[in-house]
Each structure stands twice: as C-alpha cells, then as structure tokens.
C-alpha cells in the first residue's frame, strides 16, 4: 500500500509539473522629466544637493508638503500632499506627489555595491508601505518599485 501511495504522489507530481512558483518580477520604468512642484506643496520639508549623475554639475533632491511651517514648526494634519522632486542635468523628475494619511515620505541617495547611484523614496503611513527605487542612468531615471503594501494596519515607525 505504501508503494502505490508514493508512485501516486510521484506520477501526480510530473504530471501536473512540480516546480517552484516563478519568482516575482519587478515593475521597472523610465521616468519623464518635466516634474512641476505641487502648488499646495509650498514647505521644504529636507534638500539634498549633490553631482547625481557624475558630470560635475550640482544636482538636488527636495521634499515639499502642504503642511504649514508655523514658528519654525510643521503643523500636520491627518491628511497632507507630499512631493519629492529631483532636479538632475537641469531636468525635472517628479519621484513622488500623492496625499499621505497619517504618516510621512523620506528618502535616501547612496552608491550601490556595483557603484551606481541610487534614490530610494519610501511612504510610510497607517495603512501603506512603499518603497520605490530610481537609478540615475545617462538616459534619465529608471524606477523600481520594491516594496507596495497597501491595506496593512502600520503598527509603528520611527520617524523624522
């Protein structure tokens, strides 16, 4: 009985293919400059400035949001417009402009192992996770979304 068990499992498995599941691919995309700064996005929350796609020129990366600054301070609501623009080469790259319900938007620049330059931009609020990452190319910026949790009940977060 035993072997008639095993040789059925057996021939189940090479008729209906026992393989692993196709690993998940990731949505890249090259992003269009010509990025324009929210108008409700009026308070630099943070600026980066530096050369970005290494032709000796200055580049910077900013984040802008609805929230008013009132005595140096931010006054958020529950809900507020978060904006990341890169400006690189003199072009324009809108990396993130959406409504963000409780929670912030931050970013990183680092050089990955293989020495290019990366922007990762990450959304963090009660119920959405994001990562998304831009590599800096010579033909503009290459967009990778990482990570996209959406509905989940954020438990907690170290922030800014």
Known sequence: MKKLIITAIMALCVLTGCTNPPAPTEQKEVLKAGAVVNPECETVVDEYTGDLDGDGEEDSIAIYTSAMEEDGELMFDDMNTWCVIATIGGDAYDLFCDDVSIGEVSYNVYENAEGKLIISVIEQS????????????????????????????MMSYSGN
């Open 126 to 153: 009660t119920a959405k996770y994001t990562i998304t990452q831009y590599s800096v190319e010579t033909d503009g910026l290459v967009k990778t979304q990482v990570i996209d949790e959406q509905g989940i009940n």
